[in-house]
């Protein structure tokens, strides 16, 4: 308040009003009394409080990260129970082991993704040894935590506090509704989510170098990591006139450097050829039209069950935006990530569960709009002061989404913890036999699709290809018309022939049997298996020889 007290400009405090007449001045009246604050606070009670003391605790970052973290940790504990969830972690794990012995990447070993989960795996097994895999999954909670929490702070800059804690719990619920195998592994795309998600963040704050280099290393992760660069162009485009230009060298810089250096590091041609060439019979190898359909609506209905508490809101909220178009410049952003994010899980056409998970920030962000920008209820005006939905948004549409989401969430966690990877007895089988019928140090040659044979067992894998896919084209689902010999990554077989004949491997197993890749159809391998080795084991199916003289 500001009152003229003896021609000076009194603020902040009540004064006396010099009134002026026509020849007379009134003195001034005696000082009133200051109001003594009320001390009861709370929902209908007519007082306000200090703002600051008013404010939810929930609404301090660092409250909200410790929440998230528990949350991720309560989702992904299922994890922990069993001794891996995929083959592509067997992949990983073998991969690992053999980095960690002195191979060099993309020469002693290989594989089509960028090379820092390898590394990941790789660091958490000189921590804890190769025979465990409990430390990267620690590492995969963090890196959902990390996820959530970029999450939240994007929908703070974007939409305020109150939006903050719903986006990243709808991240982790989220996270949970794919298949048990596909949510509880460790692999490429939970790596991957952190670095998209600050991506974007700092995209948001107009920090584009900060956004490039957070690019880069979702890029080296996995290389669909690249999606957020559509909006984040869209965001350096719609800078001011003057700063574009300096936003768009900052964000390719940040990019474009760390890939460069990683490429230096490896060698140029190994890393481009592995990362970005190696790939082209595999892409061109889809699935039929109606697995593609069964895949990809059967895990996009088990995100839709998550973000069921939002259905409610649709009429109401669609001829809001029809009328009003209420679609502002960051709403267009976050349907862009969402759409390059979709284009990354169609890349190849396989639609593994797995895949979904890049879908899952943008997913959250956009269901907590679509929340927000809801019509409120004239009636929850009191509800809103305080109270649960004060710590979960600032309406009941929010609080009744975000619990809805976690009740569907702790259902699909309860099934997960009952749930078992696909072949996970006959792999410790195999494992065992090969344990048994060779010494450590021996080499071991699988043919087949389970890599983690090699890490269950203990022993070095003879070659680099790990898996039949490499040299068949083969991987589930596919077109297993384009299975063959002459569907390999180049150079494949020329390669495995140099490494058999330099190392002969002590043990072969066969798991080919009822397989679009049979090893009799394959002359220059089945004859080398007839010249030297004897069969001495069948252990569900898979076929185990052992060399003369071994």
Known sequence: MATVANGRVARGRPVAVLAVTAGTVAPPGPRPAPARPSRRTGPGTGSRSDPRASRPRLHHPVTQAAILLALSLAVRAPSFRRPFWSPDEGYLGTEAVALHHGGRMYADVVDRKPPLVPW????????????????????????????????????????????????????????????????????????????????????????????????????????????????????????????????????????????????LLLGVHPFVFWIFLSSGSYADSPQSVAAMCGHAAGILLRLAVVLAGCAPLLPRLLPRFRVRRQLSSFDGALLLWLLASAAGVSAGFRFYGHYFLQLVPPLALLAVRAVSAAPRHPRSAPFQRGGVAAWFGRSRATAFAVACAVAVCAAFTAGALRAQPPELGKSLAVASAVDGYSKPGQRVFLWGMHPEVYWLAGRPAGSRYLTAGLLTNFSGGADVHRVGARYAVPGAWAGLRRELAAAPPCLVVDDSAGTPYPLADYPPLARLVDRDYVPVAVVQGARIYRRAGC
């Open 120 to 263: 990941l795996y790789e660091a958490c097994f000189a921590l804890t040894g190769p025979g465990t895999l409990w430390l990267v999954r620690v590492c995969a909670v963090l890196a959902l935590t990390v996820t959530a929490v970029f999450v939240a702070r994007l929908a703070a800059v974007a939409w305020g506090r109150s939006a903050a804690l719903p986006a990243g719990v709808l991240t982790v619920a989220l996270s949970a509704a794919l298949p048990p195998p596909d949510a509880m592994a460790a692999t490429f795309e939970i790596f991957m989510l952190p670095a998209t998600a600050a991506a974007m963040y700092y995209g948001a704050r107009h920090r584009f170098l900060a956004a490039g280099l957070a690019l880069a290393v979702a890029t080296l992760t996995k290389q669909v990591g690249l999606a957020p660069l559509l909006p984040l162009a869209v965001m350096v485009l719609a800078s001011p006139r003057r700063r574009r230009l300096r936003h768009g060298a900052a964000l390719a810089a940040g990019l474009l450097l760390p890939i460069a250096g990683c490429a």
